[in-house]
């Protein structure tokens, strides 16, 4: 956007501060801001639920009609504001994203590494892509190109590289560019949104660098790897040493995902990465240091009062903690919120939490309206307003200690609905685990920020203490280590209804509302909502076909009205992408499955079989059968659920590679039938049309072996005779799937293809009436969505 765009946006601008100045001299600065802010907020959430930006007439049409309006005026405005602000931020973001018509360009580039590059030894692949050989270590880095006419932020990997990067630092790369491309899939993580939200105009891997001269930016950047390489040189293997680098300078790369699954199954994920709790507990830190040391000088006090004093010091505090940890957007609006706290503190006073909290989100939103994609916008605001909900208005204040308790249990019910919406799940014991994880680290977070400033300054001061505050840091990790391994079922996954999950939240509301306010039954009844299992997708008769987007793999989900099957389950590798805890999870707890009626492994290999760990933990499995377990697949078995057929055609007994081992799966309802055929090559396709013939005619086909050259003979199309063909294959994969000479042959004989890299997860739902198919990217485009690039189906 530009030009005339600017100008409307700038009036928008302008007309919102008139409305703010206006509500503020008129009714005072009350109830008026609060709601404009709520229209301001509405105006930028209902752009960002768009498919494309909206023409330049539309804000003008809104402008006008909120000059016209007298009644509605000020609410029109500020609603006006909100979509221009945020449709300038959006239009900034896919004006500089690299088209797909330019996808795989190589190109040398200078620029620096704008991030402190993350290293990971073992992996393979890229963004939940395969590789054939593992890589001895992956860097991963925003890289910010000096050249213009390249997006001015850039997310890098590079693959066995035995480079030593490091933030700051200049590079000639030579990069393979890509477009912004994630899974589509219900319920599962949006990589894309992610992208569009951290201004990441491509993606790209390295095939080749060198450094070059060095400049003189990224000063910050350079200060917080120089401490980080001194941690390094501290702590040299201490165990405690990746929980060091997260909570002083933000740097999770360290932490594994035994690590991560720790702190989720114990509701502790919110110490660690640095966000407002950690900021608020420097702020706080600080405040009551100073304010104490400042009380000991009269002088002092007499020339500025020690509250004024200490609010000063903690909102300098929070800002340069939040630089040290790279100044993030969650830390940026957590470096904020004292400040903008003290501002409304300064202006009206905090007699009134709400409007204290109105022009904090007023501000952050203006200031960067696209944060409000990310989850830890809300969950740290919820936070805070649970704080300030369940501490006044009470005619008799409690004790401290029972204070803090019921903060604790509030804030765990309160944000329980927001954890499920944004996590498909929460922590069971997290309540009670936080009684005790909370207060240390209220202790031990600012130790270590003052450790690691005293190393730098006095190192035989600091050296010491940040040793031992490094020790009781590793014994609080064992701790929680070992209180996960020991309940492993403390996580309840879990996806309600977005209504489920409103009326919670009103209940946590009711069941906390001060004491004499009649409302706790009602809290408990809304509260259950919770357990209500959204519907499922089939109701009565027929069952749905899902083959979920998974890359460069194979997850497919069979309902019925009852039952649900699930079909290999994608990818994983080591540090990396794991489409079951990513993809398959998340889209089963969307779908109301709570435990699975039976798993098939088709074969052994890893974009079949890596997601099923993931997959078991989350869920009960009544019968496993395939690859990985004791129960292989036989040819000829069938079986019936809910009026649909399901017929084994064949499995590992037939021999052959691993791939002809596949276990091939029929599943028909009345005239219609969906054949899943793993990886199946010729040879077996050749076995199947002579022992099974009249079983292999369906209406769907999920392509055997992704769409490849050595799979679909024209004899076995000619066999299955589909009206759809679906190829489960990586976007632009390098294996270069589904070929096109499969393609070719699916097109002369005028078969429907889809590939789920470009359509995103594809469901074929068979009814008594007839069968329909729905593609996943087309059913809620959004605008950072990546457009259709169906260069795939170009014949050679």
Known sequence: MSGPAEAVVAGASRAAGWLWSRQRGGAGFGAGPVVLVLAFTIGALALLQLAALPPLGCYAALLIGALLVRRWRDLLLAF???????ALAAGEVIDSRWPATRFGEVRVVEGVIASLPQAQRGEGGFDGESRSEPATITWRFRFDPADRALPPRVRVAWYRSQENLRAGDCWRLQLVLRTPHGSVNPGGFDYEAWLFRQGIGATATVRSGERCAAGGSHRLLRLRQAFADRLQAWLPGHPALPMVAALTLGDT?????????????????HLVAISGFNVAIVAGVVFWLVRALWRLFPGFCLRLPAPSAALAASVLAAFLYALLAGFEPPVQRAALMPGLLALAGAWGGLGQPGRALALAWGLIVALDPLTLLAPGLWLSFAAVAAIFYVSAG???PPPAWRAAITVQLMLSVMLA?????WFQGTSLTGPLVNLVAVPLAALLTPLLIGALLLAALLPAIGLPLLQRVADLLALAQDGLLALAAATPQAWAAAS???AALLLALLGALALFAPAGVPLRLFGLLALSALA?????????????????????GLAVVVHTAGHTLLYDAGPAYPGGFDAGRSVVVPYLLRSGVRRLDRLIVSHGDLDHRGGVPAVAAALPIALRSGAGSDRPCVSGERWRWDGVDFELLAGPEAGGSDNNGSCVLRIRFGDHAVLLAGDIEARRETELRAQAASSLPATVLVTPHHGSRTS?????IAAVAPALGVHSAGWHHRFGHPSREVVARYAARGIRQLSTGDSGAVAITVMPDGWRVAEARQARPRLWSTPPDEAWRRLP
Do not use: M, N
Not at 417 to 421: E, K, S, V
Not at 532 to 552: A, C, H
């Open 80 to 86: 006006t504001a909100g979509a221009a602000i945020t």
């Open 394 to 396: 009470r005619r008799s």
């Open 496 to 498: 309600p209804e977005p």
């Open 712 to 716: 679909s003979t024209d004899a076995f």
């Open 417 to 421: 609905p927001l954890t499920l919406y």
């Open 532 to 552: 209500l299992p959204p519907p499922r997708p089939v109701d009565e008769s027929g069952f749905r076909v899902t083959v979920l987007d998974v890359g460069q």
């Open 253 to 269: 790369s360290g932490l594994d995902e035994d690590d991560w699954q720790a702190f989720r199954l114990t509701g502790t994920t």
